[in-house]
Each structure stands twice: as structure tokens, then as C-alpha cells.
């Protein structure tokens, strides 16, 4: 960085303070992550915008916990404190008390040297992958707790003596099952094993509150003709989700952004629900034809953005998970199909097939070949 950029970030970047961060820990903002030494307290010069941060915590036996994070949006010069909670192994939930935040502020110049600088270097990287996340969509989208968790946390369900005696009522009642010779089937076990394991329900507040995309995918009172239709062509249920999750004039980016969000709480926050949520919305704007045509510049920049998140998956990684079940090529496949046979623009059609040869090139993917799933099924019939 030179040292015009260096004067500007201190001058008006914001400043993360954690304190009472135990030794050890994993700490994390954006694209970059580090093990806590001795002397942090935090980071400076965070550019203002929207930034992830996480962490997790390390036992004695460096037994490393599931990782936590939230977003944040930096306002120019703000200073965010936050501190740990040694019993929870865990941020305090609630934002650090006034007088440690003017204790900070008091020392402000002292507490400079324990500060890291944001590594600046892969700042333009983060910005590919998050321009559409608007602070307020962020909001809209972290979980109520404001933390988002790894692993999905779970309760069991309350249960009294009156709710059990009801249930086992309910078993009595049940005719009696045909038994073989040496006791219940297997399957009548494993039914058995299952009915006594504890009803578990995500714990309220924790989950990330993606927006639903429509199950119903055609207009009501279509004929059906159009119910055909739009099964197969998403740009009705499309329409419909921009219309009823994200506020105009900015439906569009709203889209986009949830798109930015869920890929970045798998990269970085390793959510694999947000993997599944990012799948979905992938595959509703690839399986649109209607559409391709009347929103223009919403799939030039779904390509654009598609471009940058496939950048930073790694090679491997389409081997384990992406190309299981062959999700992207298929999806992608579909998408290009669609866009060549559609009345988009020019321009559209222009960008689709230079994204499909650079992805060609580089993963060396077959796009030309009809994928097995999709290819008609022939009836012998002699």
C-alpha cells in the first residue's frame, strides 16, 4: 500500500477493538485470518463498508471450535469494541458498556501499536464478492442473535410428564405389529430407536433468515399451458421473489447481494446450509428464459458475479461438493442453453459465450454435451 492510501485508511478507516481475546484463538476479517498472539486487541484502517468478521475459540488441547462471525458495516472513522467472554468461549452478546468504550477512546494512542492493519492487499478481492450486500440487506439476513454459527444449534424440545403419558397412550393403542420369529423387523426397530431419540429444534434467533424462493412457480388462474411453462422457465417465480423480498427501486441488487451473502457464509463463515441456499438461488436465475430478455442488466451482472465467486473456489473443491451430483455443469448448462435459444440482447448473449469458453478453458467442462438428467428419454416399445 502507498503511503497516500496508508494516510487516508488511518485517517478515516474504522477500528475493530476485541478485547480479552485469549491467546491462541482464530481471528478472521473478510478474506484473511490470523492466530490471536500476546499483544491484540483488534484491527485498524478496516475500509468503511461491509465486512465479515469471525472467530474461534482453542482449548488447551488446540482442539479448534466451530467458527462464529457477524457482519458489520464500518462507518468512516468508527470505532467497534468488543469484547470476550471467558466462561462462553464466546463474544459478549451485548455491545461493550460506555465507560470501556471511552477507557478506549481515552487511550486511543496508546492502544494504536496493539492494533493490526487490514491487510489492504486483498481488499479488492472482497469487494468482487460482496458489492451487492447492502448494510442494510446484511441486516435483514444475520441471524436475529446477530452471529453466524458453523454448526446449526439445536434444543430439544420441551416435553412434560402429561405429554409423555399421552404418547405412550397413543403406543398402547397401536395394533400390534407382525413379529418373525426372532422379534421385531429391522426396520420396525430402527422406527422404535427413532421415536425415543429427543425432538430437536433449531435454537430461536440462531438461524440465517434467508428469503424463500416461491414453490409456486406459474401466476395464479394460468392455464395449463402456462403451468407447463413456468415449471420449466423460473422467470415467473423469479419476478415474484424480487417483488415480495427486497424493497425497489433496488429489487434487483437485493437478489444479487443474498446471492453474495449466502456464498460468502459458506466460503469464509463454512455454514453448508448457505452452500444449499446458494444452489437454489443459483438455479433460479439459470433456469429463467422469459426473463433473459426484460432484465438485461440483472444476468450481465449474475455473470459478472458468478465470474469472481467461481475465482475463488478452490480446483478440488468442485470434485467434492460443487460437482457432486454435477449441480454447476448442469445449472450452467441449462443457463447457456437458455440464453442462446432466448431473444436476449445481443450484448447478453455476447458475455454468456465468452463466461462459458473462459469456464471451459479453465475447468475444462463440457458444455456442448447434453448432461444425462436432461437428454430425452427413449421408449422401446417393440
Known amino acids: ?36 498472539g500476546p499483544n491484540f486487541r483488534g484491527v485498524k484502517m478496516i475500509p468503511p463498508g461491509v465486512h465479515f468478521i469471525y472467530y474461534s475459540a482453542v482449548n ?84 436475529v442473535n446477530g452471529k453466524i454459527c458453523s454448526v446449526t444449534e439445536f434444543v430439544s424440545k420441551c416435553s412434560t410428564s402429561q405429554s409423555r403419558k399421552q404418547e405412550a397412550e397413543a403406543e398402547l393403542r397401536k395394533p400390534a405389529r407382525m ?11 430402527l422406527a422404535d430407536m427413532e421415536k425415543r431419540l429427543p425432538k430437536m429444534e433449531t435454537v430461536p434467533g440462531t438461524e440465517i433468515r434467508f428469503n424463500q424462493i416461491p414453490k409456486i ?15 420449466l422457465d423460473s422467470s415467473y417465480a423469479l419476478k415474484a421473489m424480487l417483488q415480495s423480498c427486497y424493497k425497489k427501486p433496488d429489487q434487483m441488487l437485493g437478489i444479487l447481494g443474498e446471492i453474495q451473502f449466502s456464498f460468502v457464509c459458506f466460503i469464509v463463515g463454512q455454514v453448508y446450509d448457505a452452500f444449499e441456499h446458494w444452489k437454489r438461488l443459483v438455479h433460479l ?29 478452490p480446483e478440488d473443491f468442485f470434485v467434492d461438493i460443487v460437482s457432486s451430483n454435477n449441480f454447476l455443469t448442469n445449472t450452467l448448462h441449462e443457463f447457456f442453453s437458455n440464453v442462446k435459444h432466448s431473444s436476449a440482447s445481443d450484448a447478453l448473449k455476447k458475455r454468456t459465450e465468452e463466461f462459458c469458453k473462459n469456464l471451459t478453458k479453465k475447468y475444462n467442462w463440457d458444455f456442448e454435451t447434453e448432461p444425462d438428467d436432461l437428454a430425452p428419454v427413449v421408449v422401446d416399445l417393440n
Open 1 to 36: 500500500m502507498d503511503a497516500e492510501k496508508a494516510k487516508v485508511l488511518f485517517d478515516e478507516g474504522g477500528t475493530l477493538v476485541f478485547l480479552n481475546v485469549p491467546e491462541g484463538t482464530e481471528f478472521g476479517i473478510d478474506y484473511n485470518s490470523w492466530t490471536v
Open 60 to 143: 488447551s488441547d488446540q482442539q479448534t471450535a466451530p467458527r462464529t462471525g457477524f457482519f458489520h458495516n464500518f462507518e468512516q472513522k468508527e470505532i467497534l469494541v468488543k469484547e470476550w467472554d471467558a466462561y462462553m468461549e464466546d463474544i459478549k452478546d451485548s455491545s461493550a458498556d460506555a465507560s470501556t468504550v471511552e477507557r478506549v477512546l481515552i487511550n486511543k494512542q496508546e492502544m494504536d501499536r496493539f492494533l493490526g492493519h487490514y491487510p489492504y492487499e486483498n481488499y479488492k478481492k472482497w469487494v468482487s464478492l460482496t458489492n451487492y450486500i447492502t448494510p442494510g440487506l446484511a441486516q435483514s439476513l444475520q441471524p
Open 179 to 189: 413379529e418373525d420369529g426372532e422379534g421385531s423387523t429391522a426396520s420396525s426397530k
Open 217 to 231: 412457480k406459474y401466476p395464479p388462474g394460468s392455464s395449463p399451458k402456462d403451468m407447463t411453462k413456468y415449471s
Open 285 to 313: 436465475l439459470c433456469s429463467c428464459e422469459e426473463a433473459l430478455s426484460s432484465d438485461t442488466d440483472l444476468f450481465m451482472k449474475f455473470i459478472s458475479l458468478m465470474h469472481f465467486q467461481l475465482r475463488e473456489i
